[in-house]
Structure formats: structure tokens, C-alpha cells
């Protein structure tokens, strides 16, 4: 059995004084150093790993403060608070003396209490009937996923588009290859979607992710149930303005539960 | 002219060694401790105060870790990473040698560039033709807030309701007394939505946010223009499960700009 690219991306080790050594992966490359949600997984998996972790992932924030290069980089981990319901982590990533990353993370204990989804997931057909996406040859990491599309698509364009695009698409996406569903990969799953400055206008621009919040509804064993299937994602966006948009995102699993909704803030130049 | 009761809640006072002093203020009081709101008001200020920062607050997230008890506690701030377009900025409330609460804010630059608000505001009368809601008696901190609702209410019950209640719902929401718009009553306006699950029960339950995340839309000069007037606010919930929800929000401002949205994350424990 071969270890999933994934596997490979987000492997630790730690050092002596408690930090981790990792390393980036030519496998999830993005126009310029790593792509930030295997950024953001390796920062999922340094607490996932950690010995005193009790409990499992709810809410997870990263921030990325500078651009990271392919290369060796440290994680600093830190529990801040450790209670009966919760456990509290801070994190930073440094490189060449440089903080290129913060996050906030909360575990928390799981129990079966009063359960109620008041969401819906969208209207789509079954992932079998919807094309696979080509997406070799434009960035490595897009790769690494599986999409299929099932409404709102980038329309490229040398000008901005007169008439501007909805920032709202919907597609079923999976790790490629297929992967079992961790809070890892779903860490790197919930920023597997395009930014939406490209579905409204069109062209490319410096753009890039400032802060990245994700809430994990699933469970681990929502997470054994759904296995390697493809999750329903759906992203939009409210406003564009003064060089940030932001982008809400939901994740749906089989029997159309919720396993992860957040949101993002993105930085664009012009 | 008297100082507002959200400027005394929230003032700090500088340390020797760079961190600041604040105490609770009783205008401001929750079941236990402060309104977490005028915590997350007190983190805001603690940046917007600090003489590094030279941009303003786009996207911050604040944990919850440990209840904060009335009486002093100090803010350590640090600038993670200061860049061309952003600040990256951590922060520890500590209170008797327990950190109560991390957060990390980032700041940046604005400019004229591309604007788009594809987002909509709900429909609603305008603020005075609805009706002021009644907060007195309840809990200190409502009273320092005008609501006047929209859509959506809490039915308070013994028992949980039979048929669950929609979580969403709609309000006008200022300072009471009035007082003119900036990030840091913004910040605590961003947490003023009751939380979902009472208005899905019904019922009183252990129950506290862990984590919110608000981004800031609204530049200095939408804020000047917003001023004392009320915000529409929106707030909803998607999924209840395994002691936690989630809790997305809206606020729009005049002429129905987006001014800021973020989401919650709510521990619950029955």
C-alpha cells in the first residue's frame, strides 16, 4: 500500500523542544509555494497528533501572514486551556525566522445530546452523474481533487466581465486519490474551492486567502460513515470591497448531513 | 458629556511590560461574568489602541476558553507580522493566571479597487416602524442594546417544543444609549444575536459560544456614514449536533451595505 499524497504533505516530526518539522509537497503545489489548505491540514494534523489531545476538532482559524516557500517549516503548538468540555490550542508556523502562519484551534468533548440539522444541503444529482472536471495542467494541487461540477462555473476573460458572474458554485469534490475522510483532509477540503473573485469577474488578479475559519460538524464516526465519498461543497460570497471579499462555504455528506461549513476573507489587489 | 458605558467596558490601561489592565464592568454583565461581546469589544480595542497598528481590522476571531469572572484582567497583544497589506496580530486575555480567551485580528490596507455587493439585505421595514423590544429585568448587557425585531422570536417554554421553531431570525440592533459606529462597538454588536438553540427549543440549557469569527466589511468612512443609526441584523444556524452549533450572522447597514458577517461556534450540553 502506497502512502496518500496527502499522507506524505502533512507528515511531522517532532524536535526536541516540542515545535515539528515539516516540509512542503511538490504533490499540492500552488502558483507560488504550497497550496494553504494542506497548510492548513498540517496545522489540523500537529494537534491531531498531539499526546495530550483528548477530544476531537470543532472550530479551526488560519491565519496566513506570509507566503510560505517550498521548503522546510516549524509548527509551534500550544494548549492553552484544557477543560471538562473543551480543549483550547494556538499554533504558529515559521519559516526562515519568519511567522508565516497563526491558528486557533478548539477540540471538544462529543456527546449524544439533542441533534437537529436546520440547514438543507442544494439540489443536486447524484455524484455519478455529474462529468469529472479536467483540471490537469493548471495548478498541481487542483490535482489532488476530484471535482463535479453541478452549477456555477469560472468563465476566463481577458477583461472583467461586463455583466459580473454570480460568486455562488456548487460541486462535489473528494480527495484524488480517493482517501478516507479525516479531519486532515477535510481541513484541506474546506479550501478546495476557487476564489470567488474569479467566478465574478473572470480575470486573474494578486489575490490570495488572509484568514480561513472552519467549523467541523462531523464526528468521527460521520466521518468513518462517509469514507472516500464525494462531498457536496457549495461557496459564495456577499461583498467585494476596499481589497478583501469573503467567501462562506458549507460541506455536505451522505445522507445530506452538514460534516463542515466556515468562511474565508480573501485579499485581492485591484 | 458623559463617557458611553461601552467606552468605560472596554478601556485599558497600560502596563510596564506592553500588556494592558481592563476590568469588567457591571453595564455589561451576563448570567456570569461579562457579555462576551464587550470581551471581544476589549481584544478590539487592545489593537485598535496599540501604537504599531497602522491599518484597519478586516477579519478576527475570538475563543472562548474559560469563563471570565467580574473584576481586572489583562490583554497581551502581539503583532505577528506586519506586511505591505496586512497586520497579523495575536492575542492572550488572561485573568488570575488562566488564559480566558485567545484571538487573533487582521488588519488591512484599503483601497479603491474593484466593488461589488452580491449579496442582499433581508426585506424590512425600516427601523421606525418597528417596534422597540422590551430587555429590561433579563440580563444587564441587553439593556445596553436596542432590538427591534423583524422576523423570528424566542418562545420561551418548560418543555422543549414538540415542532422545533425556525433558528433564523431578523432585528434592527444599535447601542442604547445611541452612540456612533466603529470596529470596536462593532465587534460587540457581531455577538448580540441570542444564542440558536433557544430559539429552536425553547428551553434554558448549559450553553456558550467558543469561538466567533466576524470579517469587517465596512471601511472607516462607511462607519462615519453609518453612525448611531441601527443595523439589520440576520441570524441563522445549520446544523445542532454532538453539543455544538453554528451560528452564521449578517449585518447591513444603510442603503443595505454589507458592514460585517462571521459565525459563531455554541457549545450546548443537553
Known amino acids: 500500500m ?14 526536541d523542544d516540542g515545535r515539528f518539522r515539516c516540509c512542503t509537497s511538490q504533490a499540492y503545489a500552488n502558483i507560488a509555494g504550497p497550496f494553504g489548505g494542506v497548510t492548513a491540514a498540517t496545522l489540523m494534523r500537529a ?15 488560519v491565519n496566513f501572514c506570509a507566503a510560505l516557500k517550498d521548503g522546510d517549516f516549524d509548527i509551534f503548538v500550544k494548549l492553552q486551556r484544557s477543560g471538562k468540555y473543551t480543549q483550547h490550542w494556538s499554533l504558529e508556523l515559521e519559516q526562515n525566522g519568519i511567522i508565516c502562519a497563526t491558528a486557533t484551534m478548539i477540540c471538544g468533548a462529543r456527546g449524544s445530546v439533542f441533534s437537529h440539522q436546520s440547514g438543507e444541503p442544494p439540489q443536486a444529482p447524484p ?10 495542467g493548471f495548478l498541481k494541487w487542483l490535482e489532488r481533487y476530484e471535482y463535479r461540477q453541478v452549477e456555477g462555473t469560472i468563465r476566463f476573460s ?14 462535489w469534490v473528494r480527495d484524488h486519490p480517493e482517501r ?12 478546495t474551492f476557487i476564489l ?10 494578486p489575490m490570495g486567502t ?14 468513518a460513515v462517509q469514507g472516500s465519498a464525494p462531498l457536496l461543497g457549495v461557496a459564495s460570497a456577499e461583498r467585494f470591497h476596499g481589497n478583501f ?23 485581492y489587489k485591484e
Open 2 to 15: 502506497t502512502t496518500h499524497p496527502l499522507d506524505i504533505a502533512t507528515s511531522l516530526s517532532p524536535l
Open 47 to 61: 494537534v491531531i497528533e498531539h499526546p495530550e489531545r483528548t477530544v476531537d476538532p470543532v472550530a479551526f482559524t
Open 127 to 136: 455524484p455519478e452523474e455529474c462529468e469529472v472536471k479536467e483540471t490537469g
Open 158 to 171: 481577458s477583461e472583467p466581465h461586463p455583466e459580473l458572474n454570480s460568486p455562488r458554485n456548487i460541486h
Open 180 to 191: 478516507p475522510l479525516d479531519y486532515v483532509s477535510l481541513a484541506a477540503i474546506a479550501d
Open 196 to 205: 470567488r473573485l474569479l467566478y465574478v469577474r473572470g480575470t486573474m488578479a
Open 210 to 223: 488572509v484568514s480561513m475559519t472552519t467549523y467541523f460538524h462531523a464526528t468521527g464516526e460521520e466521518l
Open 245 to 267: 471579499h469573503d467567501q462562506p462555504m458549507t460541506l455536505w455528506g451522505k445522507d445530506g448531513l452538514l460534516l463542515a461549513s466556515g468562511s474565508q476573507l480573501v485579499w
